[in-house]
């Protein structure tokens, strides 16, 4: 195992549920010894990709940050996308998400809620699997054909009575989804939550994100929904094409 895996085991040590640690626990949680752990975390805080609060405990430092923010598929996108989502927020008041897809996950680069807003799961930067959430489909619809019979041989986790999970049903949705345009996963992940998802595309053809409102079901349907949904990721579209230089 190299220096380079290590200190990624480390890194990986801090989650959503865990983003703050102590050196014991970043020990057990990377597999690695004490010792090995105590040198690569002194490294990392040294750096800045790690920070020590005054009780000891460790969290992942602002560097990291710093550094993320580099990506293209990320801040790039988010800051053209914004101005889209905030109006699609203005006139749902419903959550607004963006998506990216890495391998079979859905990340989610940014998040718009306010406090009437149905719960969601999600948050800014988590990962979740393409099969059941609205960018999710949208995503995986637009993937290639072995990125889709890859995500449909997994089984797929049934979070709701409402999931589906049968791989040819869910390739008839993923068909659909390309037919129609937009997404609807009605109570797939919550129960009381669907969304409406649609593409956003760089250019003419890829498809390099998605966007969507999450409602609650006991508010309204999605059929007022689409329209602003599709108008809010055609806008996004046009924008990347403009910064881009190409045709929308």
Request: glycine residues 8%; proline residues 6%.
């Amino acid at each position: 195992m190299t220096l380079t895996t290590r200190t990624l085991q480390v890194l990986g040590a801090f989650t959503a549920r865990h983003p703050r640690l102590r050196l014991a626990e970043v020990a057990a949680a990377s597999g690695l010894p004490l010792t090995t752990t105590h040198r690569i975390v002194a490294d990392l805080v040294a750096w800045g990709a790690l920070e020590r609060a005054p009780d000891g405990t460790l969290s992942v430092g602002l560097r990291l940050w710093e550094l993320a923010s580099l990506a293209p598929r990320g801040p790039e996108l988010r800051e053209v996308a914004l101005p889209f989502l905030e109006d699609l927020y203005t006139a749902t008041r419903e959550n607004v998400q963006l998506a990216v897809r890495e391998d079979l996950e859905s990340v989610f680069v940014e998040r718009l809620t306010g406090p009437d807003a149905v719960g969601v799961m999600t948050r800014v930067g988590a990962r979740f699997p393409l099969p059941s959430t609205g960018v999710g489909r949208v995503l995986l619809a637009h993937a290639p054909a072995d990125v889709q019979d890859a995500a449909l041989a997994v089984p797929v986790r049934r979070w709701t009575e409402r999931t589906e999970t049968d791989p040819e049903r869910l390739r008839a949705l993923l068909a659909e989804v390309r037919r129609a345009g937009v997404a609807v996963s009605d109570q797939q992940v919550t129960d009381g939550a669907a969304s409406v998802a649609a593409p956003v595309r760089r250019g003419r053809g890829e498809v390099v994100a998605a966007v969507s409102v999450v409602y609650g079901t006991a508010r309204t349907t999605a059929a007022p929904l689409v329209p602003a949904v599709r108008a809010a990721a055609l806008g996004i579209s046009r924008a990347l094409a403009a910064r881009s230089g190409s045709l929308p």
